[in-house]
């Protein structure tokens, strides 16, 4: 199954309880990432990484994107102890505001661009990023 025919909502998960703005941030975000349009990078959506679920993952690049409401309920998402984990497994957690998704895309891609190579990773090299 390519990613662009991933289903970013599956009935029984509990994201899809979130707001619609949310999920419209997720999918627009998605078609932006998805089969390898940013560098030829692989992005899957919904990993789990060290038992937490964050919205992307690029494992080649070791990035996580984890998209947030601004909500104050939110602030969960932000957990040190969460955050400490994914990046103890070698990921970098980028936080993304679902405003900026909708309002900003454009401006978020080069950032996305940027933080996909900040272990000098290779897309077209073994699929896995050096370290």
Known sequence: ??????????????????????QDARIALWKRICARQL??????????????TVDFACETAHLAIDIHSGDTAEAAVF?????????????LVLHIWQNDILHE??????????ALTWRGSDPDADGRAPG
């Open 1 to 22: 199954m390519s990613n662009s025919s991933v289903r970013l909502s599956d009935p029984s998960s509990a994201r899809d309880s979130r707001p619609r703005r949310y």
């Open 39 to 52: 560098g030829g990078y692989d992005f899957r959506p919904d990993a789990v990484i060290a038992g937490h």
């Open 79 to 91: 957990d040190e102890a969460r955050i400490a984990d994914i990046e103890a497994s070698g990921y």
């Open 105 to 114: 895309p454009d401006k978020l891609m080069p950032m996305i661009a940027r």
